[in-house]
């Protein structure tokens, strides 16, 4: 697991493939000014525009890199560093968002499909204390993802290890993330060690799992809203999208294994490699039945919310030592797109809770 750690930026790469990477980088984002330390998606760099810009890496350079290496080496110095090695090494699943001076780091786990896209959540969470995104295994495209929650956070806990070793930390898991940072904070707390904080973010189990009450007003929300969006398309691109739905659907109903996309091959897209770690995410979150934690747990909750519980109090306050909940503008994906100023105040506010206790 030390391998994982490499940090490229401390490497030296040549001016010459700096100044090549330099030429494809301008070419792909059209920009004619673009820095070595300056961050791909920090300049205009987009997915399908990364899937281009290791495209022209393999014909500059004949050697082919998964898309999401761009994560991990996203200025053109760390990419030429990564470049100049013999080989691949293994990423840690921890991407830095944040640099911090404070002993407790804050752990932010992905949402479905598996990317750590919180780097504007991050840089406006105010706080002394350095921000990792946890990113799932099976991102870079060349390894198989995990199939259930306890492996990610047994992986995860792995790679913090290597980070810290002793002392607090800060738990914090958006969507199907929160139930990764619940599992990490569970195995955590039974080795005696202290969880400072433990945030879930519009996170749920599975349906199977819901109270009663909830899972039948869940399913009857979700009807109307598949409806209600059907009837507003035309007839052939709906009856496709029910059948793509309902064969989708069958495996994970029979407990089977999604099928693997490429078998044995590299997943260079995004666009594939996302959904196929994605369909290993549902698969390990109809697995995972959520344990009560002795702890305190912190959920914020969005204002609108079309396919999600409306009452997380019904489904976690039981769940744990102590339940609070806050209420952010947006929905589930828009509360840490268009509206993560007002998420990222009350995770400042709750770092801070947590630091003064």
């Known amino acids: 697991?030390?391998?994982?750690?490499?940090?490229?930026?401390?490497?030296?790469?040549?001016?010459?493939?700096?100044?090549?990477?330099?030429?494809?980088?301008?070419?792909?984002?059209?920009?004619?000014?673009?820095?070595?330390?300056?961050?791909?998606?920090?300049?205009?760099?987009?997915?399908?525009?990364?899937?281009?810009?290791?495209?022209?890496?393999?014909?500059?350079?004949?050697?082919?890199?998964?898309?999401?290496?761009?994560?991990?080496?996203?200025?053109?110095?760390?990419?030429?560093?990564?470049?100049?090695?013999?080989?691949?090494?293994?990423?840690?699943?921890?991407?830095?968002?944040?640099?911090?001076?404070?002993?407790?780091?804050?752990?932010?786990?992905?949402g479905l499909g598996g990317r750590a896209s919180f780097s504007e959540l991050a840089k406006h969470i105010r706080t002394e204390h350095a921000i990792y995104g946890?990113?799932?295994?099976?991102?870079?495209?060349?390894?198989?993802?995990?199939?259930?929650?306890?492996?990610?956070?047994?992986?995860?806990?792995?790679?913090?290890?290597?980070?810290?070793?002793?002392?607090?930390?800060?738990?914090?898991?958006?969507?199907?993330?929160?139930?990764?940072?619940?599992?990490?904070?569970?195995?955590?707390?039974?080795?005696?060690?202290?969880?400072?904080?433990?945030?879930?973010?519009?996170?749920?189990?599975?349906?199977?799992?819901?109270?009663?009450?909830?899972r039948l007003s869940l399913s009857a929300k979700r009807i109307k809203g598949h409806i209600s969006d059907l009837t507003r398309k035309p007839l052939r691109t709906a009856l496709s999208q029910v059948l793509s739905a309902l064969k989708s659907r069958l495996p994970m109903a029979r407990g089977g294994k999604p099928r693997a996309l490429f078998e044995g091959a590299v997943r260079l897209s995004f666009a594939e490699t996302i959904e196929h770690v994605k369909a290993r995410d549902l698969l390990a979150m109809r697995r995972y039945r959520p344990r009560f934690y002795r702890g305190k747990m912190i959920f914020v909750r969005p204002e609108a919310n079309s396919y999600l519980p409306t009452d997380p109090t019904a489904v976690w306050k039981n769940m744990a030592a102590e339940f609070q909940v806050h209420t952010v503008p947006g929905d589930h994906l828009g509360m840490v797109a268009e509206h993560f100023e007002s998420l990222a105040a009350v995770l400042t506010a709750c770092v801070a809770g947590a630091s003064r206790g």
Not at 89 to 97: A, D, E, G, H
Not at 164 to 174: A, C, D
């Open 134 to 214: 946890i990113q799932a295994k099976g991102v870079d495209g060349m390894e198989e993802p995990f199939e259930r929650i306890e492996d990610m956070a047994a992986f995860y806990l792995e790679a913090l290890s290597q980070l810290q070793s002793e002392g607090s930390i800060i738990l914090i898991g958006y969507s199907f993330g929160g139930l990764i940072a619940l599992e990490m904070a569970q195995r955590l707390s039974a080795e005696g060690k202290n969880i400072a904080l433990l945030v879930l973010v519009d996170t749920y189990p599975h349906p199977r799992y819901l109270p009663l009450g909830q």
């Open 1 to 110: 697991m030390g391998e994982m750690l490499r940090n490229l930026d401390s490497d030296k790469p040549s001016a010459a493939t700096i100044n090549v990477l330099t030429q494809i980088w301008q070419r792909v984002l059209e920009r004619s000014q673009i820095g070595p330390e300056d961050r791909f998606y920090d300049i205009g760099g987009t997915d399908p525009l990364a899937d281009r810009l290791f495209v022209e890496i393999a014909g500059a350079f004949d050697r082919q890199l998964p898309t999401a290496t761009i994560c991990h080496a996203p200025t053109i110095t760390a990419l030429a560093a990564l470049l100049e090695q013999s080989s691949l090494p293994l990423f840690s699943p921890l991407v830095k968002l944040k640099a911090g001076s404070g002993k407790t780091p804050i752990l932010i786990a992905h």
